[in-house]
């Protein structure tokens, strides 16, 4: 039986690669699939943003790279990012 952690990490591949892989690399997120991921799997933390550019300021942060397109490794680095900011918030106002 799985921990919650290997759930989670399992949960996190998946969630990634249910996206990308719809147009070009299979292996990572077009700028459309980063715009679908993120409206569909953390709708919330998009209506926040008030920029209507802020898939592509979200992209241009992510693609260490440069090749305009976001792999496992930098989505992980938005997940983690949003996942410590989420705690800091929660623990502060805990």
Known sequence: MASQLENAMDTLIS???SYSGKEGDKYKL????????LQNELG????????SEAV????????????GEVDFQ???????SLTVACNTFFWENS
């Open 15 to 17: 969630v990634f690669h």
């Open 30 to 37: 077009s700028k459309k699939e980063l715009k679908d991921l």
């Open 44 to 51: 919330c933390f998009l209506e926040s943003q008030k920029d």
């Open 56 to 67: 592509d300021k979200i992209m241009h942060e992510l693609d260490e790279n440069g090749d």
């Open 74 to 80: 930098e989505f992980v680095v938005l997940v983690a």
